[in-house]
């Protein structure tokens, strides 16, 4: 994580720095789950936050994200996205959750 002036993940995301950087990546794209508007844009790991690449987010929608962190059998009655997408997404989740107790 680099997170340069901020003290922590969610000082960060709650900056103008991360809200202008979320917009670039959301801008104009569709959730990659359910293909509606995107609405924000999921890390898909910590490694390059304050200064993330395109392959390290993941655009989608408020109600998509939640079901990915919280609910995620709902993804697969509900949703539209191709199914091995799903399980890797899902896979960064898990891995990203095991390594929660590390402090960067
Ligand atoms: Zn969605
Ligand atoms: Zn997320």
């Not at 962190?69 to 896979?91: A, D, G, S, V």
């Amino acid at each position: 994580m680099i997170l340069g002036l901020f003290n922590n993940y969610k000082e960060y995301l709650k900056s103008e720095v991360w809200q202008n950087r979320r917009d670039y990546f959301i801008w104009g794209e569709s959730c990659n789950i359910c293909y509606s508007k995107a609405t924000l844009a999921h890390h898909r790991n910590y490694k390059n936050v304050g200064n993330e690449k395109r392959k390290d987010i993941l655009p989608l929608c408020h109600p998509c994200h939640d079901d990915l962190h919280y609910n995620q059998k709902n993804l697969f009655t509900k949703k539209r996205c191709n199914i091995n997408l799903l399980y890797e997404y899902i896979n960064e989740i898990e891995e990203i959750n095991k390594g929660s107790h590390n402090t960067n």
